[in-house]
C-alpha cells in the first residue's frame, strides 16, 4: 500500500486551529499546532465514514476489544504488558493531567516539570493552584538533557509530591534513555514523588530512537506512576478525542478514578472510541511508511538551516516537532517573532509559551508535505540568511 504524504489538503473550510490564520491571509504557512498535514490511512477513513453512515448517534460504551486493541499495541509496539484494570479511559491526555493534579496533590503542592516544555504542563498546575517548580533542562551536545542535581535537590527543597514529565519529550523531542529514566524513577522513589509520564509521542520514535515506557524500565516503576497515552498523535486523529492512563498502583488508580468521576470526565466521545482501535488494530504500515517522510523533512531543515542560516537546530530524536534556537541573532524575541510571521510569513510556535527558557526559541512542525518545509526554508533563508555576521 503506498500513501500520499505528498499532497497539501485543503484545510481552509474546516475549521482548522492549525490553518486559521491562514482563512485570511493565504500566503501564511502554518507549522505550529502539533498535527500533520496528512491524511490517515484508508480504513481510518472508512471506519469515520461508517459512523457517519449509522442513523444513530447515542452514548457508547467501550468494547473489550477497544481495551485488548491498546494492551496489544502497548505489548508489540513497546514490550509493556499490564492488567485489563490498569488501563483507564479519558477524553485526553491534557484532561487526564488536570485529573492527576487534582487527584494526588492539594492546593498549594508542589509540582514539578521540565521547562521548556508543552505549554498545557504549567497552565495545568497553575490553574488548579498548585505551586509550579520549573526544572530547566539543558543543552548538552545539542539535545536536551537532566540534571539529576539539581532535580534531586529541588525535589526536596521544594517538598516536591508530583512530577508531570514528557517522554519522549516536546518540544526539544528527546526520547529518554533507559538509564535517564531508570535515575530519574530512582530518585522519584527515594522521595516518594508521583511521576506522570506523559507518553503521546511514543510512537513517533525517529533515526533509530528507541522509546521507553517509563514502566518498563523498572517493576519499582509501576508503584509510583501514571502513564498517559493515546492513539490520536501518532495517526492524525487528535480531534476525534481519546486517551487512556495506565496506572497499575490500585490506590493511585482509585484516587485517579474518583477525582474523574467527581469530575464527569469519564465518558469517552463515540468517535474516539472507534479511531482509537483502528488505529491500533490498522495502522501500522501507515506509521512505518510516514517515519521515513517525518525524518526527511527534519534533515532538510537542519541541512538548509544549518549551512544558510545562524539558526540552530535541535535534531529531534522522536516526534515531529523541532525546536529552533535563534539567540545568535541580535533581535530581541519580539522582532524574531514579528520577522517571522510577518517578513517570512511563517507561523512556529512561539518558544516563550513552553516557558521562559523558550525566549529566542520557536518550534516548528515538519509534518508537512515536504514541499511546504521547502518553501518555510526557504523564506528562513531569506529573512534570516541575509542577517549572518
Ligand atoms: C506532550 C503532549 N501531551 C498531550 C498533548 C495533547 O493531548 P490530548 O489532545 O490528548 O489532550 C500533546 C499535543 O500536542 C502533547 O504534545
Known amino acids: 500500500m503506498t500513501y500520499d504524504f505528498k499532497t497539501l489538503p485543503n484545510r481552509l473550510d474546516q475549521h482548522s486551529e492549525k490553518w486559521r490564520l491562514t482563512e485570511n491571509n493565504p500566503e501564511l504557512l502554518q507549522l505550529w499546532v502539533a498535527d500533520m498535514d496528512f491524511q490517515p490511512f484508508p480504513e481510518m477513513r472508512q471506519a469515520i465514514v461508517d459512523y457517519g453512515q449509522r442513523q ?5 460504551y467501550a468494547s473489550e476489544s477497544l481495551f485488548e486493541s491498546i494492551m496489544d499495541w502497548e505489548k508489540d509496539q513497546h514490550g509493556y504488558c499490564f492488567d485489563r ?6 477524553e485526553g491526555v491534557v484532561p487526564a493531567l488536570s485529573i492527576a493534579v487534582q487527584a494526588f496533590t492539594a492546593e498549594g503542592d508542589a509540582v514539578m516539570i521540565n ?7 504549567a497552565r495545568t498546575i497553575r490553574l488548579n493552584h498548585r505551586r509550579l517548580i520549573s526544572q530547566p533542562l539543558s543543552v548538552v551536545n545539542d539535545q536536551f538533557t537532566l540534571d539529576f542535581q539539581a532535580l534531586e535537590q529541588k525535589i526536596v527543597e521544594e517538598g516536591v509530591k508530583l512530577y508531570i514529565f514528557c517522554n519522549p519529550h516536546n518540544p526539544g523531542g528527546r526520547v529518554w534513555s533507559h538509564q535517564e529514566l531508570l535515575e530519574l524513577g530512582a530518585i522519584c522513589q527515594k522521595h516518594g514523588v508521583i511521576l506522570v509520564s506523559d507518553e503521546i509521542h511514543q510512537d513517533l520514535t525517529l533515526f533509530g530512537h528507541e522509546h521507553h515506557s517509563f514502566n518498563t524500565v523498572s517493576p519499582n516503576h509501576k ?3 501514571v502513564i498517559l497515552s493515546s492513539a490520536t498523535k501518532t495517526f492524525n486523529i487528535a480531534g476525534t478525542k481519546n486517551s487512556f492512563a495506565i496506572i497499575e498502583n490500585p490506590q493511585l488508580r482509585k484516587a485517579f478514578t474518583k477525582r474523574q468521576l467527581a469530575n464527569n470526565q469519564h465518558e469517552i466521545p463515540s468517535l474516539g472510541l472507534i479511531t482509537t482501535e483502528v488505529a491500533y488494530r490498522h ?15 527534519i534533515l532538510l531543515v537542519q541541512e538548509e538551516l544549518s549551512k544558510k542560516t545562524n539558526i540552530k537546530v535541535l535534531k529531534p530524536q522522536g516526534t515531529y516537532l523541532i525546536w529552533l534556537d535563534f539567540s545568535a541573532y541580535e533581535l530581541s ?13 511563517l507561523h512556529l ?11 529566542k526559541h520557536f518550534r516548528l512542525n515538519a509534518a508537512t508535505p515536504q514541499f511546504v518545509i521547502k518553501e518555510a526554508c526557504r523564506r528562513l533563508v ?6 549572518i555576521n
Open 349 to 359: 510556535n512561539d518558544g516563550l509559551t513552553f516557558g521562559k527558557e523558550g525566549e
Open 56 to 60: 444513530i448517534f447515542g452514548y457508547n
Open 382 to 387: 531569506e529573512v534570516f540568511g541575509c542577517l
Open 283 to 297: 495502522g501500522k504500515p501507515w506509521l512505518t511508511a510516514l517515519k521515513p517522510v517525518l525524518e526527511e523533512n
Open 115 to 121: 521547562t521548556p516544555v508543552y505549554p498545557p504542563f
Open 85 to 90: 484494570q490498569a488501563l483507564v479511559l479519558v
Open 333 to 345: 524575541h519580539q522582532e524574531l517573532a514579528e520577522k517571522l510571521l510577518e517578513e517570512a510569513q
Open 223 to 225: 508503584e509510583f506512576s
